[in-house]
């Protein structure tokens, strides 16, 4: 189906509902095709309250594939291991984008064809799509926090709207075009990003001399390799786990400055976790309370210029440090209040009489709000690498060189690594390259875990084309599972092979790959 115009066009104002005629209220709303075939929607308007723009195509014959199709969504930030492709139900809200096809990737159909419908990358507003057998609409989510935006006069550009339509190729070749027709600016490292990451292991329990042997094991690891690994440091550094304040470390990490100094004299880059927004115990100094979030005074609210120097200075400080990748984490659940998977339909929530709440700055939205939060970021960082977990993945596009692209694998479990980590490359490595490098998460690897399926997991990532880091509990490994680790980490140093899944059409856990052009299988479940 190619761009055109919306056969309906609605806005919904706060405590109004919908209306299709606005010109009587100050509001004006336009869609206009654009010369690379995308239409740029906008709408202005004065002190009304607006919360939703709503636009609806109907279909004609030959819109869409037709007969046995399968309906695959986005998700708001990370997987939850829940992607999958499924049958056409108008009561399933998409974010972002979502594709439509006919056939199963295992085959050869001549006459396979995917459609596809989203927005680019980085919009003004939260956007999702619903499906049904007689046409899309698009929910244009343009409030600010859960009550409407008061534009004052100004107009805004909410989001640009592109349709694809892709015939003779697989659903996934279909997926990765439609993602370079949604993103022509990805930024991305300059060398490929792998290491370790101590958090499934360590869960938070961890000290200076601890990141040091860690740093120390994937300096032996990688030795000779030319593109050397991070050590990244996870939660549990800072005087208050999961939790601000972030100018020091803890009695554990009493010099982090120091710590990094040693990291990059085994040839090893440093990095660093952070939770920019939380201020749960409210210890972090010169923070004001007009600076809090209305919904939650525990986080601070991104939309105060002041609350955007405050993450500004400590990403300077971590850099001055000596760091060289950042990882910040919880920003869309302090701002929003929840998961993405929970929030199906909005991140901000469903209005509700009496809960409605607002950022400081009521006249941007949410999506504009989001966006000046990872600028800010970005900015600071200088040269350092950004790796966005918990962000929302079609609003970091562009601003974070790697993006966490599911939700946690495992260092215990078994099972919720392979519903994760497996589901979230899978259905998230269209994005991979284009977007940003989608990290899949960790392989946790402790004695809880057992190694014939943690290598299957770790032999994946390797050769994914997307980063790899391992959470390795010292002493585990003997030496064959050592010569596998090292063989995996010099196989992702470089990032040059593809991976494509097969089955995915079929399964949320696929098991076909092609790797390189060939079929390859991974046993999860045997």
């Known amino acids: 189906m190619n761009i055109r ?165 697989s659903a996934f070749e279909a997926a990765r075009n439609f993602c370079k027709a949604m993103c022509t600016d990805g930024i991305f490292p300059k060398e490929p990003v792998y290491g370790s990451n101590n958090w499934y292991y360590a869960y938070g329990n961890s000290s200076h001399e601890e990141i040091v042997r860690d740093a120390s094991i994937v300096a032996e690891y990688t030795n000779g390799l030319k593109v050397r690994p991070y050590m990244v440091i996870d939660d549990g550094w800072q005087p208050n786990n999961c939790d601000g304040p972030w100018h020091c470390g803890n009695a554990k990490f009493p010099d982090m400055k120091k710590l990094a100094e040693e990291i990059a004299a085994m040839d090893v880059k440093p990095g660093i976790w952070i939770r920019f927004l939380a201020d749960v115990r409210r210890t972090s100094p010169n923070v004001k309370d007009e600076w809090r979030l209305q919904r939650d005074a525990s986080f601070l609210d991104p939309s105060c210029p002041e609350v955007l120097a ?110 994760f980590g497996v589901n979230t490359l899978a259905f998230r490595l269209p994005q991979n390259d284009i977007f940003y490098k989608a990290d899949a998460d960790c392989v946790g690897i402790t004695e809880l875990v057992p190694w014939e399926k943690n290598r299957l997991w770790l032999k994946a990532l390797a050769i994914s084309g997307s980063p790899l880091f391992v959470s390795c509990k010292p002493g585990v490994l003997n030496a064959e599972q050592e010569a596998e680790l090292k063989e995996a980490f010099a196989i992702n140093s470089v990032q040059n092979d593809t991976l494509v899944p097969l089955d995915w059409t079929e399964t949320t856990c696929p098991q076909k790959w092609l790797h390189n052009g060939k079929v390859v299988t991974f046993p999860w479940f045997e």
């Open 310 to 419: 405050h993450v500004k200075a400590d990403t300077k400080r971590i850099i001055d440090w000596g760091y060289k990748l950042i990882k910040h984490d919880y920003s869309t659940f302090d701002m929003f209040g929840d998961w993405g998977m929970n929030r199906p339909k909005s991140l901000a929530g469903e209005p509700q009489p009496g809960k409605e709440w607002s950022f400081w700055d009521r006249n941007r939205t949410s999506a504009e709000i989001v966006l000046d939060f990872y600028k800010a970021i970005r900015e600071a960082a200088g040269d350092a690498v950004i790796i966005g977990c918990n962000t929302i993945s079609h609003l970091c596009a562009g601003l974070v060189e790697v993006n966490r692209t599911g939700d946690d694998t495992s260092g215990k479990d078994w099972l919720r690594t392979r519903k």
């Open 5 to 169: 115009m919306p056969d309906q066009t609605s806005v919904i104002i706060e405590g109004g509902g919908p209306i299709s005629d606005s010109a009587g209220r100050g509001i004006s709303l336009s869609c206009d095709i654009t010369p690379d075939n995308g239409l740029k929607v906008s709408v202005r308007a004065g002190s009304t309250p607006l919360q939703y723009i709503l636009l609806r195509w109907n279909f004609s014959d030959g819109d869409i594939p037709t007969g046995s199709v399968k309906v695959l969504g986005d998700e708001w930030e990370r997987a939850y291991g829940t992607m999958e492709w499924r049958s056409i139900n108008p009561d399933v809200f998409m974010p972002w984008y979502f594709f439509i096809t006919n056939s199963s990737d295992l085959s050869d159909n001549p006459e396979r064809r995917t459609c596809a419908f989203g927005v680019k990358v980085r919009p003004n507003a939260l956007c999702f799509w619903n499906l049904d057998s007689a046409g899309v609409t698009l929910w244009i989510d343009i409030r600010n926090g859960a009550k409407g935006v008061i534009l004052d006069g100004r107009t805004l550009e909410a989001a640009t709207v592109v349709f694809g339509d892709y015939s003779g190729m």
